[in-house]
């Protein structure tokens, strides 16, 4: 499904349209672990069903039964388990290695810096970014519990690890189980999520505020939302939701 969602009655959207069509870095954050996991995972597959999902945890973690991973909502070859953190930490190894022995000199700088960055990033990433030929859409990769690895990744790097996804086509789309610290600047949109605990008995009652990247519609200026409101998101909260959650 790729849809600018909006609401009932023939309102204006809820999200950009662009956000659907266009490769963006999007960050997600909020108390509430399973409320972020699934509007990451709504915004995600809204954008493209081939998402990749990237989760820093064990497998073996505990997960609670509206879980995406754990409800089979993300296919084997598509989910990657990142544990230890480390794993995942930036690719050192190749930022001395020779540009000019691997592409044309000929090439401009832009290219010849984009090419260098993308070595910089972690070989998975390069992995996911290789696997998607261009169609015309963005492609995704939705990375959860980034909280765990924030120290592996310096402050202004993250300029440079988002601007090469976005050059390759891909969107960024960030899931952060804590309050966002000073680097949610650093993405082009992003939505606080109220809430709080594992459970989402009253997960209609939460709103979702439109912090950046948002000039019109029921989210401009930072205005609450409630989820069921929210047609994208009350779609995939209802099915996450079981009877006794």
């Given at each position: 499904m790729r849809s600018s969602e909006g609401s009932a009655g023939g309102e204006p959207p809820v999200f950009p349209v662009e956000l659907?069509?266009?490769?963006?870095?999007?960050?997600?954050?909020?108390?509430?672990?399973?409320?972020?996991?699934?509007?990451?995972?709504?915004?995600a597959s809204s954008v493209n069903p081939m998402f990749h999902w990237v989760e820093f945890a064990s497998p073996t973690v505990e997960r609670t039964p509206c879980d995406p991973v754990r409800l089979g909502w993300i296919p084997d070859d598509r989910l990657w388990?990142?544990?230890p953190a480390e794993?995942?930490?930036p690719d050192t190894a190749n930022e001395k290695l020779s540009i000019s022995k691997l592409i044309s000199a000929e090439e401009p700088p832009e290219s010849l810096n984009h090419f260098a960055e993308f070595l910089r990033l972690p070989e998975l990433s390069q992995q996911i970014i290789a696997s998607q030929a261009p169609d015309g859409h963005p492609g995704v990769v939705a990375v959860t519990n980034v909280q765990h690895v924030a120290?592996?990744?310096?402050y202004d790097r993250v300029p440079s690890i988002l601007s090469v996804h976005r050059h390759s086509g891909f969107s960024v789309m960030v899931?952060?189980?804590?309050?966002?610290?000073?680097?949610?600047?650093?993405f082009d949109f992003v939505f606080r999520l109220?809430?709080?605990g594992d459970r989402l008995h009253d997960w209609k009652r939460y709103n979702l505020v439109g912090e950046k990247g948002i000039s019109s519609g029921p989210?401009?200026?930072?205005?609450?939302?409630?989820?069921?409101?929210?047609?994208?998101?009350?779609?995939?909260?209802?099915?996450a939701r079981p009877s006794d959650s």
């Amino acid at each position: 499904m790729r849809s600018s969602e909006g609401s009932a009655g023939g309102e204006p959207p809820v999200f950009p349209v662009e956000l659907f069509y266009q490769a963006h870095s999007v960050l997600v954050y909020g108390p509430s672990r399973p409320l972020v996991r699934l509007t990451l995972f709504a915004l995600a597959s809204s954008v493209n069903p081939m998402f990749h999902w990237v989760e820093f945890a064990s497998p073996t973690v505990e997960r609670t039964p509206c879980d995406p991973v754990r409800l089979g909502w993300i296919p084997d070859d598509r989910l990657w388990l990142i544990d230890p953190a480390e794993r995942f930490s930036p690719d050192t190894a190749n930022e001395k290695l020779s540009i000019s022995k691997l592409i044309s000199a000929e090439e401009p700088p832009e290219s010849l810096n984009h090419f260098a960055e993308f070595l910089r990033l972690p070989e998975l990433s390069q992995q996911i970014i290789a696997s998607q030929a261009p169609d015309g859409h963005p492609g995704v990769v939705a990375v959860t519990n980034v909280q765990h690895v924030a120290d592996a990744f310096a402050y202004d790097r993250v300029p440079s690890i988002l601007s090469v996804h976005r050059h390759s086509g891909f969107s960024v789309m960030v899931g952060h189980d804590e309050t966002a610290g000073p680097g949610r600047e650093l993405f082009d949109f992003v939505f606080r999520l109220e809430g709080t605990g594992d459970r989402l008995h009253d997960w209609k009652r939460y709103n979702l505020v439109g912090e950046k990247g948002i000039s019109s519609g029921p989210l401009r200026d930072r205005r609450p939302v409630r989820l069921d409101e929210i047609p994208l998101l009350d779609a995939v909260l209802s099915e996450a939701r079981p009877s006794d959650s």
